[in-house]
């Protein structure tokens, strides 16, 4: 499974991102299946946990600094996962790189994520 992250680029802080992440290859069906997270990882920082949906869209979950302002979704029939990001901080800047879980739930810890995609690069400029 391949997974590719886009959509980012450079913004003023209140700004708005839209990041996309494309699941494609040989067992791309096993992944619409699975959760699907966010992470995100500061030039020489530890990567952090930022969102997570479940199989089918009906759980999500975010790590603190984000609620309220970012959301997260899925387009199954597309195997495509989306992170829509608002009121954007310069704290937020960082490489974000999508996710497929190991099993159908949205977990935050790395270690549950199986497959990791290329990441895409948000700036967010004071």
């Known amino acids: 499974v391949q997974l590719q992250a886009s959509g980012g680029g450079l913004v003023q802080a209140g700004g708005s991102l839209r990041l996309s992440c494309a699941a494609s290859?040989?067992?791309?069906?096993?992944?619409?299946?699975?959760?699907m997270g966010w992470f995100r990882q500061e030039s020489g920082k530890e990567r952090e946990f930022v969102a997570a949906i479940d199989w089918n869209g009906g759980y999500t979950t975010y790590t603190d600094s984000v609620k309220g302002r970012f959301t997260v979704s899925r387009d199954r029939a597309k195997n495509m996962v989306y992170l829509q990001m608002s009121s954007l901080k310069p704290e937020d800047t960082a490489v974000y790189s999508c996710?497929?879980?190991?099993?159908?739930?949205?977990?935050?810890?790395?270690?549950?994520?199986?497959?990791w995609g290329q990441g895409t690069l948000v700036t967010v400029s004071s």
């Open positions: 996710a497929a879980a190991r099993g159908s739930g949205a977990p935050a810890d790395p270690r549950l994520y199986q497959y």
């Open positions: 290859g040989r067992y791309v069906r096993t992944v619409s299946n699975n959760g």
